[in-house]
Structure formats: C-alpha cells, structure tokens
C-alpha cells in the first residue's frame, strides 16, 4: 500500500518503520512543525495516489481530516486520542458507503494492549459475582503525555464495568471519602518516560489478582496501526480498534480450531 502519514512525531516515525517494515511505502509525512515531515497542513491534493493514511496527531484536526480523508476515498487509521466529543461528528460522515472510504479509531493499537482488555473483561465477567473481590485500576505514562487518564484506561474501565455486575461508574479524581461499592477507581501516575503500564487489580481479604499490560516501546503500537490498514482493506464504514481485534481473535480461534 501506498500511505500518507499525517503526524510526524515520536509516533509517526514509528509506523514509517513498520510500515516500511510489511513492504509498504510512505507517499508524505505531514506535521505541523516545519523541522519536520513534507507538508504542514493535509490537504486532498496530497492524497492523490495514496491507498490510506494513518494518523496519530491533534484532536482538533480530526473531523477535518475525516472528511478529507472520505471525499478522497482512501482507509484511514485514526490513533490521536482527545476527540471522543466529535465521534458522532465523524461517524456521520461515514454513515453513507463510498467506495475505499473506510476509517478505523481507538485509543491504542498494541495488539498485546487490546488482549489485555479483553482478558481484563473476561475476568470481570467471571470475578464480579463473587463478593469478595474488589476491582480498581491505575495506569502510568511519561511526563508528556498531555491526558489523563490515558484513553486505553478509560476503554479498559468502560469495559470491566460492562462485565461487572457490581460496578456502574469511573471514579478518576482524588478520593477525599470512602470509596462507594458501585464505584470503580482509575488512578494516574505521570513522570519519565514509560511508554505505559495498565493495572486492573481484583483484590480480596485472601488474595489478589493482578492482570497488567506494560508497552517497553511505541513499536507494538505502530505496528498494531499498520496492520488496522491493512484489515480495512476492502472495507467501508465506521470502525472501531474493538471491532477490529475482535476479527484477529475470532481468526486465531478459527485457525485453532
């Protein structure tokens, strides 16, 4: 495939190497900073001859970019986190098939990352009817990272309370009482340089049970983008990174059984 890269940071280098990596080629490099990349701003004429684009950049830019990206017709992969207020915005736009016109979104692409989630709600599933356990979550990343807490975490959270019989909402700010029984707590922790670590803890008087995901580098991420591109082929529509692992695993389990 032909791809445009719009974000040319620490992220963006990191899928030209994996999509270098699978054989792919980068067609241009798009970055607001003009130390970097080939353009400052996306525009259609820089999607001519591209097959897709993936995009780990600014929230504000996302619907623009998405309608650029449909009326071009080419898949999308949409890693930039911040945007959830216009996911119906962006969802309209995609709600009419055109041909190639395909956008994939989520919060993280690490395919170990999305395995722990959906290890993390089985155990919910399992767990949360027994009164003993508990369930509380935490996550650290580096000092840049600009939200909090990460939108993996939120996914994650969102996920256990779907599962959990016990658990009804996200608790994300200090605690200054006594946690409520329906209440699940997501804390942060912000310094360094970690790549990120996410925690979901079931803890009981007897024992804990701890299921962790920790990223060593931005590669597993990257990676995870390129190959959402390349799922997208051939289809059109509105994806989520849910969706999209969902339709790795019930392959593996095919190929198993």
Same mark, same amino acid.
């Given at each position: 495939?032909?791809?445009?890269?719009?974000?040319? &940071?620490?992220? &963006?280098? *990191?899928?030209?190497?994996?999509?270098?990596?699978?054989?792919?080629?980068?067609?241009?490099?798009?970055?607001?900073?003009?130390?970097?990349?080939?353009?400052?701003?996306?525009?259609?004429?820089?999607?001519?001859?591209? !097959?897709?684009?993936?995009?780990?950049?600014?929230?504000?830019?996302?619907?623009?970019?998405?309608?650029?990206?449909?009326? %071009?017709?080419?898949?999308?992969?949409?890693?930039?986190?911040?945007?959830?207020?216009?996911?119906?915005?962006?969802? *309209? $736009?995609?709600?009419?098939?055109?041909?190639? %016109? =395909?956008?994939?979104?989520?919060?993280?692409?690490? $395919?170990?990352?999305?395995?722990?989630?959906?290890?993390?709600?089985?155990?919910?599933?399992?767990?949360?009817?027994?009164?003993?356990? !508990?369930?509380?979550?935490? *996550?650290?990343?580096?000092?840049?990272?600009?939200? @909090?807490?990460?939108?993996?975490?939120?996914?994650? %959270?969102?996920?256990?309370?779907?599962?959990?019989?016990?658990?009804?909402?996200?608790?994300?700010?200090?605690? !200054?009482?006594?946690?409520?029984?329906?209440?699940?707590?997501?804390?942060?922790?912000?310094?360094?340089?970690?790549?990120?670590?996410?925690?979901?803890?079931? !803890? @009981?008087?007897?024992?804990? $049970?701890? $299921?962790?995901?920790?990223?060593?580098?931005? &590669? &597993?991420?990257?990676?995870?983008?390129?190959?959402?591109?390349?799922?997208?082929?051939?289809?059109?529509?509105?994806?989520?990174?849910?969706?999209?692992? *969902?339709?790795?695993? =019930?392959?593996?389990?095919?190929?198993?059984?």
């Amino acid at each position: 495939m032909k791809v445009l890269i719009c974000g040319y &940071g620490r992220m &963006g280098q *990191e899928i030209e190497a994996a999509l270098l990596s699978r054989g792919h080629e980068v067609t241009a490099r798009v970055d607001p900073d003009p130390n970097r990349g080939d353009a400052r701003s996306l525009s259609a004429e820089l999607l001519n001859g591209s !097959d897709g684009v993936i995009e780990f950049s600014l929230p504000g830019g996302v619907v623009t970019n998405a309608a650029i990206y449909y009326s %071009a017709g080419v898949a999308a992969v949409v890693g930039t986190t911040g945007w959830e207020a216009d996911r119906d915005a962006v969802r *309209e $736009i995609y709600h009419a098939e055109k041909a190639g %016109a =395909a956008l994939l979104y989520g919060s993280n692409f690490s $395919i170990g990352a999305n395995l722990f989630r959906v290890m993390s709600e089985f155990a919910a599933q399992i767990i949360g009817p027994i009164q003993d356990y !508990d369930v509380m979550m935490f *996550e650290k990343h580096h000092s840049g990272k600009q939200d @909090s807490p990460s939108g993996t975490a939120i996914t994650v %959270a969102e996920s256990v309370l779907n599962a959990h019989p016990r658990k009804n909402r996200i608790v994300t700010n200090r605690l !200054d009482r006594r946690i409520e029984p329906n209440e699940l707590h997501l804390a942060s922790l912000r310094g360094g340089s970690v790549p990120g670590t996410h925690s979901v803890e079931f !803890d @009981s008087p007897a024992d804990t $049970i701890s $299921i962790t995901h920790t990223a060593r580098n931005r &590669g &597993g991420f990257a990676l995870g983008a390129v190959l959402g591109l390349e799922w997208l082929s051939g289809r059109t529509g509105f994806f989520s990174v849910e969706e999209f692992i *969902e339709d790795v695993v =019930a392959q593996a389990r095919r190929t198993h059984d």
